[in-house]
Every structure is written in C-alpha cells, then in structure tokens.
Nanobody
C-alpha cells in the first residue's frame, strides 16, 4: 500500500511560482508511474503531468506545457511539480497519484493511489 502526501501549496500572485512536493511511502517508489492532477470547484479532475518510473519520460497537459515541470527524485521517494508563470485559472486542489502500469496515465482512472490533495490559489 502506497501513501502519498503533498506539500508546498498556498497563495501566490499571478506570474509567480510554486513547487509542489509529493512524498511517497509504503511501496517501491521506483516501480510506479507518477502523476499530478488538479480539480477546480465544480469542475472535473484534470490531468496535469505524468512521469515515468525512471524519470526519463514526461508528458504535460497542453494547458501547462512550458510553464509546469514534473520531476522525480527516486532517492528521496519524492515527485515534484514546479509551477512557473502561474495564472488565476491554475487555482485548484492539486493531487499526486501513483500508477502500477503505463496504460492510461492521462486519466484519473489509470492511477491506483492518491494523495489527499493540496490547495493552490493564484490571485490576479
């Protein structure tokens, strides 16, 4: 059983940066594909980014491409989401997730474990 704990959220002005962290425990971190999703009020959970077990392959949603970067540190059992040039529309609860297999990494259904989520608010 994998436990995921997000940290690093908060309030930031538009144009600013935040780095979210997701610490994993209770499993073999290096065997999981990792992802970040977000959910704004009254909206469905939205894919943000995913990274392969080795960290060598990443994929970002078009809405964050060029602004957000997903990184993993296998030695620290941690995955990060570096968010730059933040916009008010990035405001959401951000979730970290882990997947056993490669199949559906752009969809929430493709993930087996989830963190509790952390709030990110971008003011205009």
């Amino acid at each position: 059983q994998v436990q995921l704990v997000e940290s690093g959220g908060g309030l930031v002005q538009a144009g600013g940066s935040l780095r979210l962290s997701c610490a994993a425990s209770g499993g073999t971190f290096s065997r999981y594909y990792m992802g970040w999703f977000r959910q704004a009020p009254e909206k469905e959970r939205e894919f943000v980014a995913t990274i392969s077990w080795s960290g060598g392959s990443t994929y970002d949603a078009d809405s964050v491409k060029g602004r957000f970067t997903i990184i993993r540190d296998v030695a620290k059992n941690t995955v990060y989401l570096q968010m730059n040039s933040l916009k008010p529309e990035d405001t959401a609860v951000y979730y970290c997730a882990a997947a056993h297999s490669y199949g559906s990494l752009r969809y929430a259904s493709g993930y087996d474990y989830w963190g509790q989520g952390i709030q990110v608010t971008v003011s205009s």
